[in-house]
Antibody
């Protein structure tokens, strides 16, 4: 089955760190660019970060730049998000999402995980 | 950065009615690289439309997308009970950020 499964969420204090993982299965993970998208409670979707298939291209939203690091291990079919210096406003469900293809016409997100909740609170 | 503004914020309709959702971009979206997603409570978003007007695999033909440049529309021709949800547009034609609109909630009247 083609799927993405996030893990690693939880409760963390402001200023703390957390590492999220996304396990991919059912498709050739190494061929796809991947993204993290978050959703604060009761709010809309916010793109967080993206990484190309070979990790050559990495991008971040301004809101997380310098605090979050995206990475991947194609041998393990896994995507990661290292989150440091966490703030209350980082509280959200974090989804990993696959880009459909390598050309611009296919940069939409065709596969999503179910998400993992990160709560930043003292 | 392209800003997407969706309207209305909430649409109150009855099953069987037609829903028209708008997504307006702050600047032209490259080659109509605009997608629509549906999200139900407690679930991940699901891709409905890409390339402004192409339906994703398995999406019923009551869902249609149109538009170009800065103005895009998602139309649901006849609302089914399972269509009541929140809908987001997203542009993806340029380098990140891959911005989303703020969403339109389609609720039962």
């Amino acid at each position: 089955e083609v799927q993405l499964v996030e893990s690693g969420g939880g409760l963390v204090k402001p200023g703390g760190s957390l590492r999220l993982s996304c396990a991919a299965s059912g498709f050739t993970f190494s061929s796809y660019s991947m993204n993290w998208v978050r959703q604060a409670p009761g709010k809309g979707l916010e793109w967080v970060s993206s990484i190309s298939s070979s990790s050559s291209y990495i991008y971040y939203a301004d809101s997380v730049k310098g605090r979050f690091t995206i990475s991947r291990d194609n041998a393990k079919n896994s995507l990661y998000l290292q989150m440091n210096s966490l703030r209350a406003e980082d509280t959200a469900v974090y989804y990993c999402a696959r880009e459909a293809g390598v050309v611009a016409a296919d940069w939409y997100f065709d596969l999503w995980g179910r998400g993992t909740l990160v709560t930043v609170s003292s | 950065e392209i800003v997407l503004t969706q309207s209305p914020g909430t649409l109150s309709l009855s099953p069987g009615e037609r829903a028209t959702l708008s997504c307006r971009a702050s600047q032209s979206v490259s080659s109509s690289y605009l997608a629509w997603y549906q999200q139900k409570p407690g679930q991940a978003p699901r891709l409905l439309i890409y390339g402004a007007s192409s339906r994703a695999t398995g999406i019923p033909d009551r869902f249609s997308g149109s538009g170009s440049g800065t103005d895009f529309t998602l139309t649901i021709s006849r609302l089914e009970p399972e269509d009541f949800a929140v809908y987001y547009c997203q542009q993806y034609g340029s380098s990140p950020p891959r911005t989303f609109g703020q969403g339109t909630k389609v609720e039962i009247k």
